[in-house]
């Protein structure tokens, strides 16, 4: 069992920068890999970055690539997607999950096992 928890979410201005953590609870989180999906109002739900368990192997989506970056400190169990240049479609409910699939990092939300509950991120034009 792994429970994930979401911080740093908030209110942008286009152009701007945030820094999402997602915190671990359980054994042996870097034997995970790990990744974060958003959700815009009315819309489904997108994966967006995942990184290896030993932080290794990262991937992104096309739509993030070059302005997101995520990284993991196993020593403090924890994650985090740092997000630079962003634009107002970047709006959503940002969540972290967890996954035993690696290489490749898969994208598809039923290959994580566990969730986290969201952080609203907001970014003003």
């Known amino acids: 069992q792994v429970n994930l928890v979401e911080s740093g979410g908030g209110l942008v201005q286009a152009g701007g920068s945030l820094r999402l953590s997602c915190a671990a609870s359980?054994?042996?989180?870097?034997?995970?890999?790990m990744g974060w999906f958003r959700q815009a109002p009315g819309k489904d739900r997108d994966f967006v970055a995942a990184i290896s368990g030993s932080g290794g192997d990262t991937d992104f989506a096309n739509s993030v690539k070059g302005r997101f970056t995520v990284s993991r400190d196993n020593a403090k169990n924890t994650v985090y997607l740092q997000m630079n240049s962003l634009k107002p479609e970047d709006t959503a409910v940002y969540s972290c999950a967890a996954t035993l699939r690696e290489f490749p990092m898969p994208r598809a939300e039923y290959e994580y096992a566990y969730w986290g509950q969201g952080t609203q991120v907001t970014v003003s034009s």
């Open positions: 359980g054994r042996a989180f870097s034997g995970y890999g």
